[in-house]
């Protein structure tokens, strides 16, 4: 079946390392991906989309790249700041014969060290 | 700023009890959705609704229903919570189906 897939649970790291949180999702239809972010007692917040094959999206210094050779959608960024801590989710939106489904993964926690 | 309006924040109540959750969204919005998201964050959609059209996720218990007076407003009612209903709940909303989601502040639930 459909699924999103983020192998990492949590990520520590020191403030102005790069940083690539994983995301892989299966499906058969024609994917449209997410990556929302959520800090501390706050809700989540989308942080960069995309339905585009090989095509880099960016946002506050953050990107990402849809391979859908490889089914993936990860995220990087090459100089994680302390403010960056917070839970990441990666997220599949699909749509089908008048069906519809959103899949979220199960989040990275991301944890910037000074 | 927020657009997603959730009351209440916080509400403790006791097994068995039935509860009641408000959302508003001033953005326009044509679809709203409720998510529940665990004590280990897991964040899993419950609801999605679309000019009056609902879809359900299918592992939702029946005593989960939502209830919308206007494609502005969308609650959400437990009939006879359960010690596994304790979670945050949030609301958001998004221009289409699929589209980006806009997330409320969420409403902390826990049940003794």
């Known amino acids: 079946g459909d699924s999103v897939t983020q192998t990492e649970g949590l990520v520590t790291l020191t403030k102005g390392l790069p940083v690539m949180l994983n995301c892989t999702y299966q499906t058969t239809y024609s994917p449209f991906l997410f990556w929302y972010v959520q800090h501390l007692n706050e809700a989540p917040k989308l942080l960069l989309k995309?339905?585009?094959?090989?095509k880099r999206t960016e946002h506050q210094g953050f990107y990402a790249t849809l391979h859908k050779s490889s089914s993936s959608f990860h995220l990087q960024k090459s100089s994680v700041q302390l403010s960056d801590s917070a839970l990441y989710f990666c997220?599949?939106?699909?749509?089908?014969?008048?069906?519809?489904?959103?899949?979220f993964g199960s989040g990275t926690q991301l944890t910037v060290m000074p | 700023e927020t657009a997603v309006f959730q009351t209440p924040n916080y509400h403790v109540t006791q097994v068995g009890n039935e509860v009641s959750f408000n959302c508003k969204q001033t953005l326009g919005h044509d679809t709203m959705y409720w998510y529940k998201q665990d004590s280990k964050k897991l964040l899993k959609i419950m609801f999605s609704?679309?000019?009056?059209?609902?879809?359900v996720n299918e592992t939702v218990p029946r005593r989960f229903s939502p209830q919308s007076s206007d494609k502005a407003h969308l609650n959400l009612r437990i009939k006879s919570v359960e010690p596994e209903d304790s979670a945050v709940y949030l609301c958001?909303?998004?221009?289409?189906?699929?589209?980006?989601?806009?997330f409320g502040p969420g409403t902390r639930l826990l049940v003794l």
């Open positions: 995309s339905s585009t094959d090989n």
């Open positions: 958001a909303s998004s221009p289409d189906r699929g589209d980006t989601q806009y």
């Open positions: 609704y679309n000019n009056k059209q609902l879809i």
């Open positions: 997220a599949l939106s699909l749509a089908s014969s008048g069906s519809w489904q959103l899949i």
